[in-house]
């Protein structure tokens, strides 16, 4: 008489499974989870009239042309979080940014959607996504100044977040702050990889300050001595992910003069207005980094524009 096997058929496969899992045969085909539609969100800023068409973008990803099966213009409902620099180095404008961030709310379209986040240590959520705009400006009305701040740390925070929304919208993080950073504890390569995996697209509207050089104080021949601080700025993740730092001080003006807060939120819900959707199928391919670039038809006319775009996309991890 046989002697029975003391694994049943079913726990036998399970070893099975798990052993080819940590050794896998030689040569054995592995599959990875894939993107299955890229959407790639331009902002075209320029001397160009009228509304552009699909046939007038080429685009590119691992620097082969691809075909655009998804176009439209301003057509996905966004779903903002909008991260509010809540530290004493913008108090003196922080009434005035909450103002202007009350008009851009209410500039947006019906069904877009706004959650509100303060920067400060940690980061704190204020309201969650929603469409009510009442409730919205209620949450922007109710917080004030409250000390430290994190930009970079609420961003990822925010990010977070924004991954839970629903996927037929365009993801959006709206900092309002001075850009003076000297706490954060994320690193770029990592928050800009995330960015890019969930389509998440990064704006700074970037305010006066009352300390634009950070100081820290030190230890010096045993007596204490303030020092700048090192600080880091949302600049990076802005550029990588497509968006834009709108600054409220114009470079071009030999006077440095000051823009309006006003001004800020105007010129960012044009482009919000204004910003083309392409999307494409992607070829199947290992978890990596993938470049993309968007240009125009160079029979277009004037050639003084500027395209704005994500620099490009990773595929899920396997």
Not at 62 to 90: C, N, Q, T
Not at 119 to 135: C, F, H, K, N, Q
Not at 173 to 181: A, E, N, Y
Request: no cysteine; hydrophobic share 45%.
């Amino acid at each position: 008489m046989d002697t029975p096997s003391p694994f049943s058929a079913p726990l036998l496969a399970i070893i099975i499974v798990l052993w080819l899992s940590v050794f896998p045969i030689a040569g054995a085909q592995t599959f990875k989870a894939q993107v299955e539609r890229v959407l790639v969100d331009v902002i075209v800023q320029g001397e160009l009239s009228g509304t552009l068409k699909q046939e007038d973008f080429i685009l590119l990803a691992d620097g082969k042309p691809k075909d655009i099966s998804y176009f439209g213009k301003d057509e996905l409902p966004l779903a903002i979080a909008m991260l509010i620099d809540s530290s004493r180095s913008v108090a003196p404008f922080f009434q005035d940014l909450k103002d202007a961030a009350a008009s851009l709310v209410l500039g947006l379209k019906p069904e877009d959607q706004v959650a509100i986040y303060t920067a400060t240590v940690p980061a704190t959520r204020i309201s969650r996504l929603t469409t009510d705009r009442a409730g919205i400006l209620r949450a922007l009305a109710s917080f004030q100044p409250l000390g430290g701040s994190a930009i970079v740390d609420g961003i990822d925070f925010a990010a977070n977040d924004l991954v839970q929304s629903e996927n037929q919208v365009r993801r959006v993080i709206l900092v309002l702050s001075d850009d003076i950073d000297p706490i954060s504890r994320v690193p770029d390569y990592q928050l800009s990889r995330k960015l890019l995996q969930n389509e998440i697209t990064v704006f700074l509207i970037k305010t006066r300050s009352v300390m634009p050089f950070p100081m820290k104080m030190r230890n010096v021949a045993g007596k204490r001595m303030p020092f700048p601080a090192a600080t880091r700025s949302s600049s990076p993740v802005v550029e990588a992910t497509g968006g834009k730092v709108i600054s409220l001080r114009s470079r071009f003006s030999a006077l440095w003069a000051r823009r309006s807060l006003s001004e800020g939120f105007s010129e960012l819900l044009g482009i919000l207005r204004n910003r083309y959707t392409l999307g494409f199928v992607p070829d199947p391919t290992a978890s990596r980094f993938h470049p993309i670039r968007v240009a125009l038809r160079k029979d277009l006319g004037p050639k003084r524009f500027n395209l704005r775009y994500r620099q490009g996309y990773w595929d899920p991890p396997p």
